[in-house]
């Protein structure tokens, strides 16, 4: 399968390969590798830019450091954040090995400081969750021998990086499936970021479930905004207090969802008897709000789980059978979703 | 100040003494302190009771960690767990000290295992948040060098032990005096399990409230229990479909309150027309429920905060003033309270 791995190296680079194509010393490229700092930043330049061109990798080195995966999070959001902490330490006090716990304040990529701290106190290897390196930051962990992993809903990512996500369009088309299904023909969607790609994802599954349905989508019930409850308010507000305002919301996420049950309630209608409500991710909360939240299951711990095993594998040596995992979405009926009141 | 330091060593006692007393040499006494195996069990057993007898504890040894804190939670709890994670982070980062976070699944003392773990890869200091360790565990710690810190509402802990709560009989009392002021009479306390100190210290603000108004406390109405949804529903319903149902529900924390706003609907009560209801925590969630509540703050964050700081000051040998913190608890009025129906 190495069609499937362009990144590899040929098998013949080494040292040696790299030394003499820049034409220094087989001790200067060590150093480098090594992540030394006795050596001239030019030189440094030229022997970074023939590993990346060889795509040198530091290959069956024993990993020395302390037993510990580093899980690195985009920001500790509401919820989520806690379901894939739950699911990656189930795997790693299993198997005796040390979490350690960062993230990156809202940015997507770690500043190139933090790439400094990890190479100087080496992980087993690195979980990314919702962010992801930049290339050159991929290859330089490469060259370390320090495998990495993606939690990810963006289905977009490289193949050469392994990632475990779940698939965004078959959930979108799940929900708005079930309202159609329910009567519903003025459905609105809240999504998350337009440029965060699970949003656009989900909003391709919303259009594929109209098609199927030759009901048309209108573009002024399509809003995207954060995941956060204020999102869900503000554009639920809006929506609602439109003369032709929707029969349904299908939400960004379940905190999301909590935002558009207070507007619903703020413009006096009832869920589900005036308005239907869907959320998404199926986070414990959700089955506890009032209506409870119809929702699509996205299976977080199992995503953290599965995501730590590969990293697990990958650090002593085992590539996985496929680079890109999406496990499966599913629709959740709770008590936020009813046929509309002119069906009843 | 030594008065307020009971457990620490006369300045005199050396490896020399304990080796003395014992009657073996110094290199086993090391051996000992250092954890290794090649000791016969009889005599390790004779080294340590005599390490304990005097207070033996290892000075102004720098730390030989990765510059490393190890952050263990009872268990990863909806909600809680990661407003604390979020206030032990911010410190950790900016000090550019590595975090690393496992728990307990419920349990309130660590295997013995897990110290063996932790000795063999030092960490600067280690965060317990409401667990704790057995006496022997301790001093185990303290021999080693290693301090640790407890995050915990239990406000019982030896003044030994460096601790980081809130004022939970506070939060009791000005919750049940809101409830009281608003004219409530027949008013019902869901407490955390009652092996758990800070609910009984909560339920002794409750009854304190009812003494300063001159109000009996039907015991009938005290119930104890989990602190999730399910307990609040479960108890919820109970008194609520008692003939002489309580006008008002103080519960243990925001997502039990979210349980007896369920009970409230299955019973055709509305909130806080016909029922009041208190939470307790002050999560994010809790200004999202429909009726966003009334709650307790408790300030997770910056105990988890000052906590993480007195533990990187004690790895650095700075004895924090006081070894026992409580932060001040405050009531959050939202929608979820209001007079009773008679009073209106």
Redesign the interface.
Known sequence: MTEHRPLDPPASTTIATIANDVGVSIATVSKVLNGRTDVAPDTRARVEASLDRHRYQRRGRKPSG???IDLVFHE?D??W??EI??GV?AVT?EA?I??????LDGAHRPPARWLD?LLT?RPLGVLFVLCHLAEAQQMHLRRQGIPFVVVDTDSATSAAVPTVGSNNWNGGLLATRHLLELGHRRIALISGPPDVLCSRARAAGFQSAHDEAGVAVDRELVRYGGFL?TAGHDHGLRLLRRPDRPTAIFAGSD?QA??V??AA?QCGLRVPEDLSVIGYDNL??S????P?LTTINQPLRDMAGIATQMLLGLARGIEPATSRIDLVTELVVRESTAPPAHLR
Do not use: C, N
């Open positions: 302390d037993g510990r500790f509401v919820g954040a806690m902490l739950r330490e006090s005796g040390r979490l350690a716990v960062s993230q701290v106190d409850a905190i909590m935002g049950l207070r309630r414990p909360v089955a506890w709000t009032d409870a």
